[in-house]
């Protein structure tokens, strides 16, 4: 069992940035692959980054290429999303999640991780 504690939203001006942390107790990530999504307000949970733990090989959805950087730290067990350049629609709860060991094609990106965080709100003013 593994339990995922996000940190660091809050609210900031657009433009600005906002560093979020997931921490991680019960197993190590190593070997894994770990994501965060964000789920807007009346919107589906939608990907935002992952990062493969042992490779530390990294992917982002279009929408924060170039502004989002998923990073992590061995030592702490925790994954973490800086937010440079935030925009209002980058207002969501952000989650952080990790993935499944083994998944199949046909899963959506959502189906592929079975452990989630609580969240952390994000709110991004004009």
């Known amino acids: 069992q593994v339990q995922l504690v996000e940190s660091g939203g809050g609210w900031v001006q657009a433009g600005g940035s906002l560093r979020l942390s997931c921490a991680a107790s019960?197993?190590?990530?190593?070997?894994?692959?770990m994501g965060w999504f964000r789920q807007a307000p009346g919107k589906e949970r939608e990907f935002v980054a992952r990062i493969n733990w042992s490779t530390g090989n990294t992917y982002y959805a279009d929408s924060v290429k170039g502004r989002f950087t998923i990073s992590r730290d061995n030592a702490k067990n925790t994954v973490y999303l800086q937010m440079n350049s935030l925009k209002p629609e980058d207002t969501a709860v952000y989650y952080c999640?990790?993935?499944?060991?083994?998944?199949?094609?046909?899963?959506?990106?959502?189906?592929?991780?079975?452990?989630w965080g609580q969240g952390t709100q994000v709110t991004v003013s004009s």
């Open positions: 019960g197993r190590t990530l190593s070997s894994y692959t």
């Open positions: 999640a990790r993935r499944r060991i083994a998944t199949i094609a046909t899963m959506s990106e959502i189906e592929q991780y079975n452990y």
